[in-house]
Antibody
Framework: QVQLQESGPGLVEPSGTLSLTCDVSGGSISSYDWWSWFRQPPGKGLEWIGQMYLRGDSNYNPSLKSRVTISVDKPKNQFSLKVNSVTDADTAVYYC??????????WGQGVLVTVSS | QSALTQPRSVSGSPGQSVTISCTGTSSDVGGYDRVSWFQQHPGKAPELILYDVTRRPSGVPDRFSGSKSGNTASLTISGLLPEDEADYYCCSHTGSNTYVFGSGTQVTVL
């Protein structure tokens, strides 16, 4: 069974770059074409950040597109998220997940990232 | 893209049924049968309970069912159980190959 695990710094300074990695275990990341990132600010709802197609394409939430990059490292069986120029509004639990058709079936447990000086 | 509209909360007694609506536009919910529903317990990751409007992943009880009419999708939970108390989110694929979530609904089992 596929398992996903997010990792990265839990604290990022304002105007800095948030960088997270999602490790995929229990299967090859290359076995599925699309992988996604999400976030959930404390006490608020879910937001889709973007998705990556292993063969090169990616799509991002229009509200975040100018600041976000999703990339893959196939040999390491992981994919990553970078968010530039972060502010307090980027404080959230960040999740990675596997795309399943037009949905998402396997999710990581989530990692809290706080933007603060 | 604007968040899909869900009621903030719904409640029901054990054994009863509750229905959660999810209203979007013709560019998302109304345009495609690509609506999913997720259950999220406090402090936990979301879990997929319905996809493609009506389809259940393996292991999800048939107490959970979905439907769609026009720009509104619905999730019905029949025979409410205490463990159904959670937040529920709808999600729709859009014509721009992006995804938009609903605002979330808290289900309370009285």
């Amino acid at each position: 069974q596929v398992q996903l695990q997010e990792s990265g710094p839990g604290l990022v300074e304002p105007s800095g770059t948030l960088s997270l990695t999602c490790d995929v275990s229990g299967g090859s990341i290359s076995s599925y074409d699309w992988w996604s990132w999400f976030r959930q600010p404390p006490g608020k709802g879910l937001e889709w950040i973007g998705q990556m197609y292993l063969r090169g394409d990616s799509n991002y939430n229009p509200s975040l597109k100018s600041r976000v990059t999703i990339s893959v490292d196939k040999p390491k069986n992981q994919f990553s998220l970078k968010v530039n120029s972060v502010t307090d509004a980027d404080t959230a639990v960040y999740y990675c997940a596997r795309n399943f058709g037009f949905s998402f079936d396997y999710w990581g447990q989530g990692v809290l990232v706080t933007v603060s000086s | 893209q604007s968040a899909l509209t869900q009621p903030r909360s719904v409640s029901g007694s054990p054994g009863q049924s509750v229905t959660i609506s999810c209203t979007g536009t013709s560019s998302d919910v109304g345009g495609y049968d690509r609506v999913s529903w997720f259950q999220q317990h406090p402090g936990k990751a979301p879990e997929l309970i319905l996809y493609d409007v009506t389809r259940r992943p393996s292991g999800v009880p048939d107490r959970f069912s979905g439907s769609k009419s026009g720009n509104t999708a619905s999730l019905t939970i029949s025979g409410l159980l205490p463990e159904d108390e959670a937040d529920y989110y709808c999600c729709s694929h859009t014509g721009s190959n992006t995804y938009v979530f609903g605002s979330g609904t808290q289900v309370t089992v009285l």
